[in-house]
DNA sequence: CCTTGACTCTGACACAGTGTCAGGGCCGAG
DNA sequence: CTCGGCCCTGACACTGTGTCAGAGTCAAGG
């Protein structure tokens, strides 16, 4: 018979968990005095806790350690938690690489540069959107005054198709872009100037194309803060990132753009937010 | 303008932490109408809102998210962070790597024998130690009856001499061996019979050795019950899962032996705790 | 037998980050 | 005016562990 802080000092575990466990039924002592309320353990029940902590260290919570231990489970069921435990290992895993990978990037930013980018670039979800759009084509993404230009006049003409039609906008305008060469080699893009409308009919012959944008996984998105003139900054910004994290953009470029605040009489006001869907 | 609802799936966040981090006064929004109490956020705090997210996607906490950003962290102390922060994930990767580890090597016995080890052998740190003991030698790890008949006898005198000497044994009695060749390729071992004594005093001439236990940071350790003779069982199966989960026994052997249970007349019913230091 | 110091008891609060629920305003569309 | 969808606050929950306060217990030594 140990008391209290014998048995912990045995097991290597606080007393303090020690009377946890007893709350939660997980290990009882074999003897509490009626009196004094004095709990005690034996020998034999180091065995016990020394599978708690086995299965603890494994990683199980105390939840999954108590079905572990006392009722006794089937061969299948263990098989099947101690698969599930590998994954969650294996993916929080993957999560902690991808951590450390960003946290040297920031490390040699801050080793080359004597300061550390502020994080601008985030690794978010898209889910996916029905949106009405008007479409055009440009010269391709290293012309952005094309791009502009053919992009720019279809918003206007949207709007007033969407009022005249009455279909309400859900959501801030978006502009997203495709390659569509007419030739191999050709650098062609079709530009495309959307908003999202949510589960809202539309007629047939609106002049209107309805389209649902696909969910991306993984997107690498970075806010543009002023004038679209100067989006490539932040393109290059986020592209510097994807490379720097380890990642892989998903060519050819389905990148979107978010069109979050938009004065149309201050440019340099706007918010853009950029999103480059990306792998790895 | 947003709503805190629109910039929440803006951000990709929940409103409940917009609000919660409204409450640790992280990210405030830019407009609290008086009269409802809505919340409203701006297209610009969605570049704050990035940074925050950045930040806790390198796994800092939001207490140091919170100062990161409004305390502008000197460039050293910056770095000082990264670093910690790098180390604490690649500790617990390391950690995650050992439990991936054991947790295919319980997969891999469940698929290879049907069912899995109840875990009985546990890593844990051993304390140093403060003993009074006698010593003999055995003719080797092979030879138990050997250990057995050298080490049985110094218990009793051992006893003797504590209380003969007023010394008071402050833990359950250890035996603990050593190789000690006479000459090479001998495989004599020392035994030594011990118990702890904490810090008290003990005269120059009582015959007794006077010792501090090495602590020990990893030692792979089983409970054995039943009688000495058998402790080869459980010494197998320490040495097997030691194999199984990847360290190394710290040879030679200075595994250790408590005697946390050991009826004098019923060996059947003796537990000891086995001890063996690994690396790795 | 009494004191003292080491242990133990219970019950509570705390941490971090997030979900969820209840009970009640607010607002825009019909 | 009502209804549905947001939004508000405040609260409780989870996990695992530390720590603290106030009180009881026990063994050893005077």
Redesign the interface.
Same mark, same amino acid.
């Given at each position: 018979m140990f008391s209290i802080g014998?048995f912990a000092g045995?097991g290597?575990v606080s007393v303090r968990m020690l009377r946890h466990y007893d709350a939660i039924g997980l290990l009882r002592p074999a003897h509490v005095d009626p009196h004094s309320g004095y709990r005690f353990y %034996?020998?034999?029940q180091?065995?016990l806790l020394? =599978?708690v902590?086995?299965?603890k260290?494994? *990683?199980f919570s105390l939840q999954q350690v108590q079905t572990l231990i006392d009722e006794k489970v089937e061969?299948a069921e263990?098989?099947g938690m101690?698969?599930l435990?590998?994954a969650e290992?294996?993916s929080?895993?993957r999560q902690? %690489?991808a951590?450390?990978a960003?946290?040297?990037a =920031?490390?040699r930013m801050?080793?080359s540069e *004597?300061?550390?980018d502020?994080?601008?670039?985030?690794?978010?979800?898209i889910a996916a959107m029905r949106v009405v759009q008007l479409s055009g084509t440009a010269a391709g993404y290293d012309h952005p005054t094309s791009i502009t230009e053919n992009l720019s006049p279809l918003y206007p003409r949207l709007m007033e198709l969407m009022e005249r039609h009455g279909i309400a906008m859900t959501g801030a305008p978006i502009a997203w872009y495709e390659p569509a060469p007419s030739e191999p080699g050709d650098e062609t893009i079709a530009v495309h100037a959307a908003f999202p409308i949510g589960e809202a009919e539309v007629g047939p012959d609106t002049g209107l194309e309805v389209v649902t944008l696909p969910p991306v996984e993984q997107a690498a998105?970075?806010?543009h803060?002023g004038s679209m003139a100067e989006a490539f900054r932040t393109g290059h910004k986020i592209a510097t990132w994807i490379d720097d994290n380890g990642h892989r953009a998903v060519e050819p470029g389905f990148a979107r753009e978010v069109y979050?605040?938009c004065p149309p009489d201050d440019f340099d006001k706007w918010?853009t937010?950029i999103q480059v869907p990306v792998t790895g």
């Amino acid at each position: 018979m140990f008391s209290i802080g014998e048995f912990a000092g045995l097991g290597r575990v606080s007393v303090r968990m020690l009377r946890h466990y007893d709350a939660i039924g997980l290990l009882r002592p074999a003897h509490v005095d009626p009196h004094s309320g004095y709990r005690f353990y %034996t020998a034999a029940q180091l065995r016990l806790l020394n =599978r708690v902590t086995a299965l603890k260290d494994l *990683g199980f919570s105390l939840q999954q350690v108590q079905t572990l231990i006392d009722e006794k489970v089937e061969t299948a069921e263990l098989r099947g938690m101690l698969r599930l435990r590998r994954a969650e290992l294996a993916s929080r895993m993957r999560q902690d %690489t991808a951590r450390l990978a960003q946290v040297d990037a =920031r490390l040699r930013m801050i080793e080359s540069e *004597g300061h550390m980018d502020t994080g601008d670039v985030v690794l978010k979800s898209i889910a996916a959107m029905r949106v009405v759009q008007l479409s055009g084509t440009a010269a391709g993404y290293d012309h952005p005054t094309s791009i502009t230009e053919n992009l720019s006049p279809l918003y206007p003409r949207l709007m007033e198709l969407m009022e005249r039609h009455g279909i309400a906008m859900t959501g801030a305008p978006i502009a997203w872009y495709e390659p569509a060469p007419s030739e191999p080699g050709d650098e062609t893009i079709a530009v495309h100037a959307a908003f999202p409308i949510g589960e809202a009919e539309v007629g047939p012959d609106t002049g209107l194309e309805v389209v649902t944008l696909p969910p991306v996984e993984q997107a690498a998105t970075a806010l543009h803060h002023g004038s679209m003139a100067e989006a490539f900054r932040t393109g290059h910004k986020i592209a510097t990132w994807i490379d720097d994290n380890g990642h892989r953009a998903v060519e050819p470029g389905f990148a979107r753009e978010v069109y979050l605040d938009c004065p149309p009489d201050d440019f340099d006001k706007w918010v853009t937010e950029i999103q480059v869907p990306v792998t790895g």
